[in-house]
Structures are given as C-alpha cells and as structure tokens.
C-alpha cells in the first residue's frame, strides 16, 4: 500500500501532466490572445478619445448657439436705442445711448470672433476625428483577422481543452491546499510551467543540475516531499534508464 507521502506525490505529478498537455493547447495559439486583447485595448482607447472629440464639437456648437443668440439680443437692442435716439430731448441723453449703441456693436464684434474661433476649432476635430476614424477601421481590421485566427485554433482544440480542464478540476481536489498554493507559486515562477518534475538520467528534468546519488534513494523512498536545490521544483520520482543490450555482432562465414 502506498504512503500518504507517495499518493500525495502521484496526484500532484498527476495534475502537472494535466497542465502540461493545456500548456501544449494554449501554445499553439501563441501570442494570438495577447494580441486579440491589445487590439481590444487599443480599440476602446480610440473610442474614448473619438466620443471626447464628439463631444467637444457638442461644446462648440453651444457655445456658437449661444453667441448667435447674443448677437440677436443686440441687435434687437440696437434697434431700440436707434429708435429711442431720435427721440432724445438733449445732448446727454444722446451721448448715453450713443455709448450703448457702441457697446453693443462691440458685443456683436467680439460675439462674431467667439463663433469664428469656435468653428475653426470644429473643423479640427472633425479632421482628428477623420484621421482617428481611419486608424480604428485599419485596427478594427486587424481585430477582426487576429480573432478569425484565434476563433479557428480555440474551435480545433476547444474539445480537448474543455475535457483537460474537466480532468484537472477533478485531479485538484484530491491535492492538499497547502501543497496545491507552493505547487502553484512554483509553476508561476517556472518558464516552462513545470512545478512537478522527474529526475532522468540523474538530473533535475526542470532545470537540468546533477541531482546527487544519496539524493536520489531519497526521492526513490517517497517518504517526503522533496524539491530540487537549485530550482525549487518537487522531484516526484526518479526515472529509470532502459539500458539497451549490445546487439550482437555477426559471425562472417569462412568462404
């Protein structure tokens, strides 16, 4: 009967195998993911900026709104003063309303700037919203190319992977939480993904070093959880090597 030490080393090297063979899934795919979510990223940005630029030109169109009707009022006051003018009984009273001619002729002037101002502003951001307009279909298009790409490796291997994870949620639970978290911390710092190895040919199969002889009878005992000196990683077990008879050489026959 195994030990508690050797059934909780078979179902972590279990679970290592299990995510192995997802690694090899998500390899194929590449960078293709990463990509796919720059491409979204990068999108959602323009977008952001193009709604800004919309609702600048918004704030614009108020603001020439806003000074058009401020034209309107004075000129209807023009109207009047010009009206009340010729009906002045002295000269004060015709200074008075020449000044209030004068100062609104003035907010006109400085009205007419605004509006100007603003539209020439307008049509700048209707040019950056062109040229940003072009940038996010030539993106979107990469989007669209990058995700068929992705769509198309995850749809032809979309059922080994579902079934993998179905074995690997399985495979976890029978693995101590306390065993599970360095597993997982291992793995995470690993380059390869592997946080469970065998020795082969009496070296460390994650990073390679000389595992020593003593070393190995220990690992072989399945006693404790051992992990390699130099990587970190648990060292499951100790691989056996085959070792290939000589074949023997042939006889030549006296002619």
Not at 31 to 44: K, N
Request: proline share 2%; aromatic share 2%.
């Amino acid at each position: 009967m195994e030990s508690p030490v050797a059934q909780k080393l078979e179902a972590i090297l279990n679970l290592q195998n299990i995510d192995s063979r997802l690694d090899a899934i998500f390899k194929v795919r590449g960078a293709l993911p990463e990509e796919v979510q720059d491409l979204e990223d990068e999108i959602v940005g323009y977008e952001t900026r193009l709604n800004k630029f919309n609702t600048d030109i918004e704030a614009k169109e108020a603001e020439i709104k806003k000074n058009k009707d401020a034209i309107k009022e004075s000129e209807k006051l023009i109207k009047k003063y010009q009206e009340q003018q010729m009906n002045v009984r002295n000269n004060r009273e015709y200074d008075a309303i020449t000044k209030e001619l004068e100062l609104q002729d003035l907010e006109i002037q400085v009205s007419k700037k605004k509006i100007a101002e603003a539209q020439v502003r307008i049509e700048e951001k209707q040019q950056d919203i062109a040229d940003l307009k072009e940038i996010l279909d030539d993106r979107q298009n990469d989007l669209d190319q990058k995700k068929g790409e992705l769509d198309t490796i995850v749809a032809e291997s979309e059922s080994d992977e579902k079934k993998l994870k179905a074995e690997r949620d399985k495979a976890a639970k029978k693995v101590e939480d306390r065993l599970i978290k360095s597993y997982d911390k291992i793995r995470n710092n690993a380059k390869n993904g592997l946080a469970v190895v065998l020795v082969k040919r009496g070296a460390c199969g994650g990073c390679f070093n000389i595992v020593p002889p003593q070393r190995q009878a220990e690992i072989r005992e399945r006693k404790k959880i051992i992990v390699c000196e130099h990587c970190g990683r648990i060292l499951a077990g100790v691989e056996d090597e085959i070792v290939e008879e000589p074949t023997p050489k042939r006889k030549r026959s006296k002619a």
